[in-house]
């Protein structure tokens, strides 16, 4: 008998509602203030940026929210339910009686989890009459899901690339193009505030932070258009829960009990699209010593070493004031080629899990996050994004813990995306040419 390597779920398995975290925290999220008054905004405010529904979702306090049937019919076409895969050969390469699962978000059109939100808030900006969408990108994977997503709903992109990025991974760029974007390097001349970093350096690498302030001076500036956010804010989050509702139907299918659930985190979209149902469950007290852990890049380190305070969500102090873990919003990291962990904050959510002990976030060095992913390609034949092999280096380790104390555990780890895009990086990095 053919052992089995995959968890499947059927078409009519698909989760039909989202999870709100939300619902089920024992303390009020820190309002979003407008940092003119200190006073929080509410969704008026947030509706004159992104569209009126996700704004509507940002403040939503009900439990689950319903899926739009077309949103579905596109989460189907694009792959879901993802499978949930069994990675025996890394547990036979690593000697450990633990057993490691990666939930394969890389099988999207793109490569990643971001078309989970990207083709909501794309639905909803065309049923309210967008013409466009702007956003920013880090390593591509987010402006790349976006694209695709304006291509299937009828509105045009606009993608302000971190210009080191738009340097390293050329092909990202094509791949937004090929889908109808725009795509222009960031900081730019397209705007003030890319003009104003210009002026500074010429040779800016620029940052999240600063793409950001680009997309959303483009959107407030047109009558046509708004800004689209591919992770931090809560209805960003709530879009990924199809992750984690689809892994905990596979748990229960395969009578799994994770004791450890991993992902990266940049903004914390994967991260929180993963874990929160299965915080939930446990916050409701039917789900018990499961730990969750958020992998940073050391370069880049928001909720390890940074400071939970209120600040901007972007450089130029255009964004309302979050709650968060924060870097500074000056902050410019190292180019790291782990393009979407750049960012100088967390998602207010997910800091104030970390916050209340029920997240534990962790560092890993540029060097180590590739020696990851060699291992499992050599392993298992996959070949994982940079950010998503921060949280495989991360698996591996508690993988190899276990084998010294003899601990069967169930790690699972939220595979975010692939690296076939990435290659430059690896060939960089581990000396491969």
């Not at 794309?122 to 702007?134: D, N, P, Q, R």
């Not at 998602?347 to 291992?375: C, H, M, W």
Request: aromatic residues 8%.
């Amino acid at each position: 008998m053919v052992e089995k390597i995959r968890i499947l779920l059927g078409e009519d398995d698909l989760p039909s509602k989202w999870y709100n975290l939300v619902s089920d925290l024992g303390e009020k999220l820190p309002p979003m203030l407008n940092p003119a008054s200190n006073e929080p905004i509410g969704v008026k405010e947030l509706s004159t940026l992104f569209p009126e529904e996700c704004a509507r979702q940002e403040f939503e306090t009900e439990a689950y929210i319903d899926i739009p049937e077309e949103v579905r019919s596109h989460y189907l076409r694009f792959g879901r339910p993802t499978p949930l895969y069994r990675a025996r050969r890394l547990e036979e390469k690593l000697k450990t009686p633990a057993r490691i699962y990666l939930k394969r978000e890389d099988l999207s059109p793109t490569g990643s989890h971001k078309v989970n939100t990207a083709i909501a808030q794309a639905y909803y900006a065309s049923k309210e009459g967008t013409s466009i969408l702007t956003t920013e990108t880090g390593a591509g994977q987010w402006g790349s899901a976006l694209s695709l997503a304006c291509s299937m709903t009828g509105i045009r992109c606009m993608v302000y690339m971190v210009r080191v990025s738009y340097m390293q991974k050329p092909y990202r760029k094509y791949v937004m193009m090929l889908y109808g974007a725009k795509v222009v390097p960031s900081p730019s001349s397209e705007t003030k505030v890319g003009r104003k970093f210009l002026k500074e350096n010429p040779d800016h690498p620029g940052s999240l932070g600063i793409a950001i302030s680009e997309a959303i001076e483009t959107a407030v500036t047109r009558d046509d258009a708004k800004y689209s956010l591919g992770s931090v804010l809560n209805f960003v989050l709530l879009h990924q829960t199809i992750i984690g509702l689809e892994a905990l139907a596979q748990f229960e299918k395969a009578d799994v009990k994770p004791d450890i659930m991993i992902g990266c985190v940049g903004g914390g979209s994967n991260f929180a699209g993963f874990t929160f149902p299965a915080i939930g469950k446990m916050l409701r007290g039917k789900l018990d010593g499961v730990r969750f852990i958020a992998v940073e890049p050391e370069a880049c380190p928001s909720m390890t070493r940074g400071e939970y305070r209120y600040d901007f969500g972007d450089t130029a102090e255009t964004t309302p004031l979050l709650k968060m873990f924060t870097l500074g919003h000056n902050f410019v990291p190292p180019p790291i080629h782990a393009g979407g962990l750049r960012y100088h904050g967390a998602a207010p959510l997910v800091s104030l899990l970390k916050r209340s002990g029920i997240v534990k976030s962790i560092t890993y060095r540029q060097e180590d996050i590739f020696n990851a992913g060699r291992v499992l390609a050599e392993t298992e034949g996959l070949i994982p994004a940079p950010e998503t092999c921060h949280a495989l280096a991360a698996a591996i380790d508690y993988a190899l813990k276990c084998k010294e104390k003899d601990e069967s555990l169930n790690i699972v780890l939220n595979y975010s995306g692939h690296g076939l895009l990435d290659l430059h990086g690896y060939s960089e990095i581990l000396k491969l040419s």
